[in-house]
């Protein structure tokens, strides 16, 4: 008996690094990327819902909570000539995300579980997909900059692919509720 558990046991280990294999985490390839984790409980998947959304951040654009939130930055700086003149071509820029998330407090039976897995995988891909996008605009940001004919103007240029990405970023929230509606 003691022989078939271990074998149940070792293949059930094998099926996880499978699955784990199956479903490459959705940061991955977002450099600067911070977590936090706030709590929730519940048993029931209703339960966590209501303390997800009684607990999770709250949007940044209404006294509303949230499932999870992601903020994305950009700096960039440039050398400076002897004259105080800056040059553009040294331009450099960076990009930081700080996601916020939820983390199961409470112990719960294997179906709620499964059930909260998929929820969590899904809200973990949807916020990734907000990171990467901002974060696919770092060339755009830099080709702005540099193309900009002063040190004033090369800001405001970046200011300005920073205010579509946000644009973008607010439409897609309203549009899908903040994750609530199908995306």
Sequence with gaps: MIGKCGAAAALLLACSAVQAEEAPDPFDQLPNVHFAYYDVTGVSMEKISQSIYENGPRDLNSP?????????????????????KCDLS???????AFVILPSLADLVAPDVLK????????????????????????PQLLAAIKGAPSCEAANKAGAAVLDGIKTYTLGYDAQTDHGRKAD
């Design 90 to 96: 040294t331009t450099t820029a960076s990009f930081r």
């Design 64 to 84: 509303a909570h949230l499932a999870a939130r992601t903020e994305w930055s950009f700096d960039w700086t440039w050398k400076v000539e002897g004259e105080g």
């Design 115 to 138: 059930e909260w897995n998929a929820y969590l995988a899904k809200l973990r891909q949807r916020e990734a997909d907000q990171a990467r996008y901002a974060y696919s605009h770092l």
